[in-house]
């Protein structure tokens, strides 16, 4: 099968490469020709694990190419995915209009039957949206379908996710729509992934209300560690427990400073609303969104209150990136934290292990980038460790301890034991416990 895989951003270059390592031919473009220049010298223009393995050997296996030739690509395929960015407005709303062009495009190149399927987070809806334009764009009457094909891919190990995913979500209204997708995913069949198969609508809502519910379990898992600071209690055991009970699942349970990433936040958003649109009020979404604004501000109070005057204090702090094992620095709460704590008058000594190249385009110029760990800590008055990658796990603390001005640490993603700390000899802040 030939497939066109239209925006090589995140999903479209992972879901492009997977596709491909599956056997399909897959072209994928973008009207980025800087990016398309970079891919096709073998260069990955993002950060994700394993990525460059499978996008070299499917390109050297012919089955994977790059290209600004939009119209070429859309022609010669039977299936085109749409993974074009859907960014959120200033409203709240989602921007359509990189969906809108693709769609116009796809309606001028049609030359036989199509399945068009978005891969991009979308409102509900946009699959008519879509229907609408290319029936009344195309030249000729041939025939086309639109179809829904959520991905649910985790930045850091997106390429897992793809090849093992919990589960496929089809929506679509044909029966030939579905069993081309399901061809597609044929591999996945072999180890018996379970496939969802319904309307376009469902499939669309289906997303939101996935990235919707996680970030519910991260607030309300945020929410229980700022009780247990005010009652004594140990937010990690009380989250293990609660894990145990089958019906509640152990994951994303962690507490911090909040969800940050390119999905979650835009999706929380987006979600509400949809809602609002739909004339609901959709009372949890909007606490969870509450939540996490204020769980940032909280985590300011633990480094206020363990620094002791920020103005003119050096703060060092482990961590740039939204999460560990990406470069991705989107909402990212060590972000938000650093431009609070310059903002009240502190010096800022950063590292990170992927992420600080990103982080210089949007943080001030005062902020010092340090080439380790170590340097970050040295001379700083108090360590914040704001992204739990594994590196910092594996730190000679007594070393730290040695260079920091004073021994304070402040884990907001609760890398550290607190008592083991304190014996060591930190004035040591966590999470909720
Ligand atoms: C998310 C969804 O998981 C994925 O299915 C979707 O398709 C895209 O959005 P991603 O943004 O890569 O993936 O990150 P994820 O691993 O979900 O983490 C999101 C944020 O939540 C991070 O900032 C992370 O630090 C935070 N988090 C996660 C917690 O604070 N606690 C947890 O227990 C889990």
Not at 313 to 342: C, H, M, Q, Y
Not at 347 to 362: E, L, Q, R, T
Request: hydrophobic content about 40%; overall charge neutral.
């Amino acid at each position: 099968m030939n497939i066109c895989i239209i925006g090589t951003g995140y999903v479209g270059l992972v879901t492009g490469a997977c596709f491909a390592d599956f056997g399909v031919n897959v072209v994928c473009v973008d009207k980025d020709a800087e990016k398309i220049h970079t891919l096709n010298r073998g260069e990955i223009p993002i950060y994700e694990p394993g990525l460059k393995e499978i996008v070299d050997k499917n390109v050297k296996e012919r089955r994977l190419a790059f290209t600004t030739d939009i119209g070429d690509g859309i022609r010669r395929s039977l299936a085109v995915l749409i993974a074009v960015g859907t960014p959120p407005r200033g409203d709240g709303s989602t921007d359509l209009s990189y969906i809108e062009e693709v769609s116009r495009t796809i309606a001028a190149n049609l030359n036989g039957y199509k399945v068009v399927v978005t891969k991009s987070t979308v409102p509900v809806g946009t699959g008519r949206f879509i229907e609408k334009i290319i029936a009344e764009e195309r030249k000729e009457t041939h025939l086309f379908d639109v179809a829904s094909n959520p991905e649910f891919l985790r930045e850091g190990s997106a390429v897992e996710d793809f090849m093992r995913p919990n589960r496929v979500v089809i929506g679509a209204r044909s029966g030939q729509a579905v069993a081309i997708l399901k061809d597609l995913h044929a591999p996945l069949y072999l180890i018996e992934t379970p496939f969802v198969i319904t309307d376009i609508e469902t499939a669309e809502l289906i997303k939101y209300a996935s990235n919707a519910f996680l970030a519910t379990k991260i607030s309300f898992i945020n929410e229980i560690a700022n009780l247990c600071e005010k009652t004594g209690a140990d937010v990690h055991v009380v989250a293990r427990a609660m894990g145990l009970d089958r019906r509640i699942g152990p994951k994303f349970l962690h507490p911090g400073p909040g969800y940050g990433g390119s999905c979650l936040p835009k999706d929380t958003t987006a979600l509400l609303n949809i809602a609002k649109n739909a004339g609901y009020d959709f009372k949890i979404m909007e606490a969870v969104i509450e939540v996490n604004r204020r769980q940032r501000g909280r985590m300011m109070e633990k480094i206020r209150k363990a620094a002791g005057k920020l103005r003119g204090a050096t703060i060092g702090v482990w961590g740039l990136t939204f999460k560990p094992n990406t470069d991705d620095i989107r909402e990212s709460p060590a972000i938000d934290i650093i431009n609070g704590l310059v903002g009240e008058g502190a010096k800022i000594k950063a590292y990170d292990p992927a992420g600080m190249k990103n982080a210089a385009s949007v943080l001030p110029d005062t902020v010092v980038y340090s080439q380790d760990p170590y340097e970050a800590a040295s001379g700083s008055d108090c360590l914040v460790i704001a992204t739990e990658w594994n590196l910092f796990r594996q730190i000679d603390m007594e070393r730290v301890k040695g260079l920091l001005k004073h021994p304070r640490v402040v884990d907001l993603r609760n890398v550290y034991d607190p008592e083991v700390m304190g014996k060591r000899g930190f004035e040591y802040t966590g999470v909720g416990r």
